[in-house]
């Protein structure tokens, strides 16, 4: 009886820490991509017209998409599908390399970004391609906003 009442601490011990790594791992994620999301907010201001163009605040979002996309890419082991009100999809486990080289052209594309952007006209060219690659990861690998 001892043993079973130990087997069973010793089962929801570890299926604990698990749940608690596959949760830390979730929330990691949902931040930074939280962080993305604001960092998108003063360009696509500026890009519909609501906004001055700030050379400054272009260069510094570009930063956070680069500084993101290399920490998100570790953040999706297999204990971290669901959970944490997650919205990955299957699809990143199943094609796991391609969804990892996402990140990698994502911090590319941006890195590019940065170094085209010098003014309204080169911002207004080049921004919209940075962004649209986001789309292409939310359409693929992210629930749907309802």
């Known amino acids: 009886m001892l043993r079973t009442v130990a087997g069973l601490l010793v089962v929801t011990l570890a299926a604990s820490v698990a749940q608690a790594q596959n949760l830390d791992a979730i929330k990691q994620r949902q931040n930074l991509m939280k962080a993305n999301a604001e960092a998108t907010k003063a360009p696509t201001a500026m890009m519909k017209g609501e906004a001055p163009f700030d050379l400054a605040k272009v260069k510094t979002s570009l930063k956070t998409f680069q500084t993101n996309a290399v920490k998100l890419k570790t953040l999706w082991p297999a204990d971290?599908?669901?959970?944490?009100?997650?919205?990955?999809?299957?699809?990143?486990?199943?094609?796991?390399?391609?969804?990892?080289?996402?990140?990698?052209?994502?911090?590319?594309?941006?890195?590019?970004?940065?170094?085209?952007i010098k003014d309204e006209a080169t911002f207004k060219t080049e921004w919209p391609k940075v962004v649209n690659y986001c789309g292409s990861c939310h359409k693929d690998y992210r629930v749907a906003k309802k």
């Open 80 to 116: 971290s599908k669901t959970g944490g009100d997650t919205k990955a999809l299957p699809a990143i486990w199943t094609n796991m390399k391609d969804y990892l080289d996402w990140f990698d052209g994502f911090a590319k594309d941006s890195k590019a970004a940065e170094a085209a």
